[in-house]
T-cell receptor, first 116, second 109 residues
Framework: ETGVTQTPRHLVMGMTNKKSLKCEQH?????MYWYKQSAKKPLELMFV???????ENNSVPSRFSPECPNSSHLFLHLHTLQPEDSALYLC???????????????FGPGTRLTVL | GQNIDQPTEMTATEGAIVQINCTYQ??????LFWYQQHAGEAPTFLSY????GLEEKGRFSSFLSRSKGYSYLLLKELQMKDSASYLC??????????FGAGTTVTVRA
């Protein structure tokens, strides 16, 4: 595997379910990100991890819970979601953390989440 | 908050040129990225501008004017595979990346 991978690619869940999204980067990067992409809207930054430490929580509801066990893996745990949470969830990584100039982010293909 | 505007949709003919404009109002500026995103796929890096002027990379060029808060992505000799969404993103003062909503380009034969 190369680059940034995400599983599952598609997920349908009920509002009472608990599920997790997984992201893995094979680039040796130090920072990882979760974004939400809704139709016709800008990507919204949700969480940032730098060297496994959370450095950013962009006012995300507590029904989204991130976990970063090491620099290569990032999870997003989901519980009691709402239909408006249906979106494409993108994971990204970068060599350095936020605060570094020219810090290109490499994106995974995303998980298309539908909440019924 | 950050404000980044780009057109929602553009259509062009194969072989033609298309220019996608992006205007931004952000708290400071530390660079502007353009990403390409095909439907159902990851955004991929196209270009990065931090100084005024034109950066050329094959069929794609990106221009920046910091005084005007303006950038454009120029796609030349359009091919069918260029049909995608193009995202403008700006690094603001705190080096957070803020995205525009994206411009969907449709290339017709």
């Amino acid at each position: 595997e190369t680059g940034v991978t995400q599983t599952p690619r598609h997920l349908v869940m009920g509002m009472t379910n608990k599920k997790s999204l997984k992201c893995e980067q094979h680039l040796g990067h130090n920072a990882m990100y979760w974004y939400k992409q809704s139709a016709k809207k800008p990507l919204e930054l949700m969480f940032v991890y730098n060297f496994k430490e959370q450095t950013e929580n962009n006012s995300v509801p507590s029904r989204f819970s991130p976990e970063c066990p090491n620099s290569s893996h990032l999870f997003l745990h989901l519980h009691t979601l709402q239909p408006e949470d249906s979106a494409l969830y993108l994971c990204a990584s970068s060599q350095e953390g936020p605060g570094t100039p020219y810090n290109e982010q490499f994106f995974g293909p995303g998980t298309r989440l539908t909440v019924l | 908050g950050q404000n980044i505007d780009q057109p929602t949709e553009m259509t062009a003919t194969e072989g033609a040129i298309v220019q996608i404009n992006c205007t931004y109002q952000t708290s400071g500026f530390n660079g502007l990225f353009w990403y390409q995103q095909h439907a159902g796929e990851a955004p991929t890096f196209l270009s990065y501008n931090v100084l005024d002027g034109l950066e050329e990379k094959g069929r794609f060029s990106s221009f920046l004017s910091r005084s005007k808060g303006y950038s454009y992505l120029l796609l030349k000799e359009l091919q069918m595979k260029d049909s995608a969404s193009y995202l403008c993103a700006v690094f603001s003062d705190d080096y957070k990346l803020s995205f525009g909503a994206g411009t969907t380009v449709t290339v017709r034969a």
